[in-house]
């Protein structure tokens, strides 16, 4: 593959801006972080860019949803609020996820594989930040219970192992991604999609 000028797509996160200590701001596809949980594959596939392979990494939102899926971050909030009967939150609930619909992220990685430009990092983000209060009260909508703050030590018991990403705040851009390749998320965002009931039916 080194020296080929092929395509070779592989996959972060965004959350892993907000870990590395983005905050205040969005993140953009600029941000690096040094090392790290999955930071080293992205490095190691961005520095495959300079030598000679059309490198890029698509961070992923930590929503991804649609009617295709069955395991993301959506379904275990929607499954938490169901065990528990509260659509839990932290503190005031103004921290922010974003969230992309699955068929524009589908779009972004044929992008990515047709044109994206050697050692480049791709945001698959349409909702660039969407408070974690109103996550949880549309999901408390769709289920008729309640949304609430919970404190932090018990953050564990209302929302399994998201209480580990839970007080995030990841606002993250995708404006160099739609300039580089021209993507534009098209299809509907998280809160109309979770309204349309599928991921209850």
Not at 41 to 52: H, K, P, S, V, W
Not at 127 to 146: C, N
């Amino acid at each position: 593959m080194i020296g080929t000028g092929k395509p070779f797509v592989t996959t972060g996160g965004t959350l892993m801006l907000a870990m590395a200590g983005v905050t205040g701001r969005a993140g953009t596809e600029d941000d690096q972080s040094d090392a790290g949980p999955r930071v080293d594959a992205a490095n190691y596939t961005i520095g495959l860019g300079g030598q000679g392979v059309r490198s890029s990494v698509v961070r992923l939102a930590p929503m991804v949803h649609s009617d295709l899926d069955h395991h993301g971050f959506t379904h275990a909030l929607i499954g938490c609020a169901r065990d528990n009967g509260v659509a839990a939150y932290t503190g005031d609930g103004s921290n922010r996820w974003p969230a992309v619909n699955t068929y524009d992220v589908g779009v972004l990685y044929r992008l990515a594989v047709e044109k994206a430009p050697a050692g480049s990092t791709l945001h698959a983000v349409a909702d660039t930040g969407i408070p974690r209060r109103v996550i949880a009260e549309t999901i408390a909508g769709k289920l008729g219970i309640e949304a609430r703050s919970v404190p932090d030590d018990e953050a564990q018991k209302y929302l399994g192992f998201l209480a580990g990403f839970a007080g995030l705040d990841n606002p993250t851009s995708n404006d160099r991604t739609r300039e580089l390749l021209g993507w534009e998320p098209t299809h509907p965002g998280w809160i109309q999609d979770v309204q349309t009931g599928h991921y209850f039916a």
